[in-house]
DNA sequence: GAGGTTTTCGCCTTATAGACGATTACCTGC
DNA sequence: GCAGGTAATCGTCTATAAGGCGAAAACCTC
């Protein structure tokens, strides 16, 4: 606990277990899913829980989860990472004491991750029964991913390299919960200038049809639209 | 560490001391500031520090924090306080690994608590200088209140209970930072419900001119308008 | 009651996005 | 190679939200 160094001593303060999680999302088989894994021990044994663990001596919280989702899927296909919340429940865990700190997690539709045995997506709409407190990281996680779809471009994370509107429409209405308007998600996005055609036009479909031009995002790094829709400074200030 | 009951031992993980922060805005003098105190010893002496400290065994981070706010501020005076972000930097105690918490209060223009002589609201766009990672908790605090601002009534935890739709206004540019058109408030405001008139009349101005009419936030329970401002579901559903 | 001050209201313009039908461009099968 | 089917794309209309601005209202003091 606390090693002094540098100038005094830290003050007596409590040292509690912490551990990190991830509610990591994607769209799978055209619904929003989270990736669990299921407990083979108590506590909870046979519930579904969200991927994580300890925190090394020297490591941060982001590089923790990091390390924990090495194990279940390449890193290098996680998209978009950011911090949740921190939750300290005194009761989380039966077993004792411990803080916990969730990120949201995103993987595109196009990463086909090799999972372990006891790891699977699940639907966020039709959960099965979910240890701790976990179904709490994973509701605010999913609201969260939803607002931000409507005023940044995390989009982005959720999509492939290249895509055509109709495969972007399906995405956003799978994220959203809700159908989408392909010729109105295609404006808002042109508009915002988040993507942009690739000159390419996709393979034809297998029923006919005219094939569809691709499009990509401009940035993969995440951007807010605007700051925000209301209440905007005077125009002259923007 | 880690009390060994219910069912199993907590695994081998790593214990940090944890402590919480509060950035606790208001505006005071027309401009938002964050209140602060001047550190007496090292490290940091005579800098500025957010308040806060340990948490208690059997404490949540929430309880944790009033607790630390108690002796700064009358805690019914806090408006609002939502958590904002866990750092984790290694270094950010010279000391030792320390974990921290930091939150967004609210305290509002009609408070005016009676300060500790080491303690004092500092205007956010004229900070002194901060001790450890301080400046960036109210960074990301006040980004948080100005986005907030835009797509949810927190501005009720700004304003006193009955107040004109200038003193809103000024409310509002200070925390914004921008000049608001007092028309386009009162416009905003009222179409989203937010607040209603008291029916009562404000006393006349020193300077003469019309008296205004007193309004209230309908509620003081946080509410974020709409979902978002875009990609709605479609007409029927909403 | 004249002149000054501030609030409140109404109207106009602009920005954004949802709805929907028309058009385009490709397929398959004859 | 042409008819019929299908999906993508475009154009236009409408709805909604919000910024700008000036006129009118309601109070003050002198």
């Known amino acids: 606990m606390a090693r002094a ?18 509610v990591v999302l994607s769209v799978r088989d055209g619904r929003l899913s989270v990736l669990m894994w299921r407990r083979a021990k ?28 090495a194990e279940k899927v390449e890193v290098r296909e996680l998209t978009h990472l950011e911090q949740l919340a921190t939750h300290s429940n ?51 996680a999913v609201e969260r991913l939803r607002a931000k779809l409507s005023y940044t471009n995390v989009g982005h994370a959720l999509a492939p390299d290249e895509f055509t509107l109709a495969e972007l ?5 799978a994220a959203l919960g809700y159908p989408v ?18 000159g390419q036009r996709s393979a034809p479909g297998h029923a006919g049809g005219r094939p569809a031009m691709t499009y990509r995002f401009r940035s993969r790094e995440l951007s807010v639209t605007d700051p925000f829709a209301t209440l905007r400074p005077p125009r002259g200030r923007r």
Chains 1, 2 share one sequence.
Do not use: K
């Open 42 to 69: 108590a506590p909870f044994a046979r519930r579904w829980a969200l991927p994580g663990g300890g925190v090394l001596a020297h490591e941060r919280l982001r590089a923790a989860i990091t390390r924990h989702l």
């Open 90 to 140: 005194v009761h989380r865990d039966p077993r004792g004491r411990v803080l916990a700190t969730a990120y949201l997690g995103i993987v595109p539709t196009s990463a086909t991750p090799v999972l372990p045995a006891d790891t699977a997506w699940q639907p966020v709409g039709d959960l099965p029964p979910t240890a701790f407190d976990h179904i709490d990281f994973i509701t605010a």
């Open 169 to 173: 429409r399906d995405i956003f209405s």
């Open 181 to 198: 308007a392909q010729t109105n998600l295609a404006r808002v996005m042109d508009r915002r200038h988040l993507i942009e055609p690739t």
């Open 5 to 22: 160094d540098g100038e005094g001593a830290l003050p007596e303060w409590q040292a509690y277990p912490h551990e990190v999680l991830a």
